[in-house]
């Protein structure tokens, strides 16, 4: 089974600075999709980063960036020039490949960014 | 576009009794999955529908069910409420591809005394 691992329960970051969140997952699958979403206090998901196990570059979406490390088995999130917004919970989430939605999800990093 | 819809956003009930949860997905998207959260077990994935069928199930108790209609709107119903069973339930809708890209919504946030 499946597992993914958030080490880090809450972190904190002045705002404009850099802060990266850890996540380690545990699999035998070679082709996998692993993502970062962010749930605000609001509530409502969203997803920041996807990145497929297949691909060796790490995927970027402006601020934010991941290091992935296929053999380590680790997936951290960087997020840069940190801004207020950025205050939510981090959940990495892990997916086997094919014809589902099912996300297995760590147990969250709460990010505060102070100014 | 409007974003996926749950009904009701807040909801209490009593111990034995059931509830129904709604989710209107976003337009155009077929697939729907529901998801429980809460503080000591985290997110965990209850079950998926598309185009009607059940795709796939996690490991709950059978007293939680869901259904999809034609118009792709989902239910799901919990039966014999436990207080265990007080959590949010999120839903989230996705088009086909890319895979894993799903859009939650806001969660109806059940309270069981």
């Known amino acids: 089974a499946q597992t993914v691992t958030q080490s880090q329960p809450e972190m904190s970051v002045q705002e404009a600075e850099t802060v990266t969140l850890s996540c380690t997952y545990d699999?035998?699958?070679?082709?996998?999709?692993l993502f970062w979403y962010k749930q605000p206090p609001s509530r409502q998901m969203i997803l920041v980063i996807r990145?497929?196990?297949?691909?060796?570059q790490n995927a970027t979406e402006n601020r934010f960036s991941v290091n992935f490390q296929k053999a380590a088995k680790s997936f951290s999130l960087k997020i840069s020039d940190s801004q207020l917004g950025d205050t939510a919970m981090y959940f990495c989430?892990?997916?086997?490949?094919?014809?589902?939605?099912?996300?297995?999800f760590g147990t969250g990093t709460r990010l505060q960014v102070f100014p | 576009k409007a974003g996926v819809t749950q009904t009701p956003r807040y909801l209490i009930k009593t111990r034995g009794q059931q509830v129904t949860l709604s989710c209107s997905p976003i337009?155009?998207?077929?697939?729907v999955s529901w998801y429980q959260q809460t503080p000591g077990q985290g997110l965990q994935f209850l079950f998926e529908?598309?185009?009607?069928?059940?795709?796939n199930k996690g490991n709950f108790p059978g007293r939680f069910s869901g259904r999809q209609f034609s118009n792709s709107r989902s239910e799901m119903n919990v039966s014999t409420l436990e207080l265990g069973d007080s959590a949010l339930y999120l839903c989230?809708?996705?088009?086909?591809?890319?895979?894993?890209?799903?859009?939650f919504g806001e969660g109806s946030r059940l309270t069981v005394l």
């Open positions: 989230a809708s996705r088009m086909d591809n890319p895979p894993g890209e799903l859009f």
């Open positions: 699999t035998s699958e070679n082709n996998y999709y």
């Open positions: 990145q497929e196990a297949y691909k060796q």
């Open positions: 989430a892990f997916m086997k490949p094919g014809n589902t939605d099912k996300l297995i």
């Open positions: 337009s155009g998207h077929r697939s």
């Open positions: 529908y598309f185009s009607e069928t059940q795709r």
